[in-house]
């Protein structure tokens, strides 16, 4: 925050701030537990340790990688809350799915339509998934819903009509 108030205020930082800036917030989210809101949170702040005047996307991309930790977070409390499989569940049961099929066909090549026979043979959890789904869709949705709200709050708080060019 400090890099990007200090530019905001008309000074450049060194390049070999930002460097450092980022290395150690690379080193913390690398300690952080893969796929966990800390590594994932983790992300957006290694997302905003670029110099807006050297990278174009630095605030796209922070505010993106924001987005997505903040989706990730409510649909991972509502997995846990209403017990529903996660990603890596469902990917392991689609595998084994897949591989099972693969024994019992002699063509090797047809195609194993895994969708189907987890809604066919395994309902529960094709219920669960198809939940996991729409709920993360939700998410997403509400998310960037909110993240519209404050970007408009941020342009309107900026608009000086005695500056507008326009």
């Not at 530019?7 to 800036?21: I, T």
């Not at 796929?35 to 670029?50: C, K, L, N, R």
């Not at 997505?68 to 529903?84: I, K, P």
């Not at 392991?92 to 043979?121: A, P, Q, T």
Request: hydrophobic share 35%; aromatic share 6%; net charge neutral.
């Amino acid at each position: 925050m400090e890099l990007h108030d200090m530019e905001l205020a008309g000074a450049a930082p060194k390049p070999a701030l930002w460097r450092k800036v980022r290395s150690a917030a690379i080193a913390e989210t690398d300690r952080a537990v893969k796929e966990s809101p800390e590594a994932q949170f983790g992300g957006v702040i290694e997302a905003a340790t670029w110099s807006s005047r050297t990278s174009r996307s630095v605030v796209s991309d922070t505010f993106r990688s924001w987005v997505n930790a903040r989706r990730d977070a409510a649909v991972q409390r509502q997995v846990g809350e209403r017990g529903l499989l996660t990603v890596k569940e469902t990917k392991s049961l689609l595998e084994k799915i897949h591989e099972e099929e693969k024994k019992k066909r002699k063509d090797k090549k047809e195609f194993i339509h895994v969708f189907g026979i987890l809604e066919e043979k395994y309902p529960k959890e094709h219920a669960s998934m198809m939940d996991f789904l729409r709920t993360q869709h939700k998410e997403s949705l509400g998310q960037w819903e909110n993240a519209l709200g404050i970007l408009l709050g941020v342009f309107e708080e900026a608009h000086c009509p005695d500056r507008c060019t326009c």
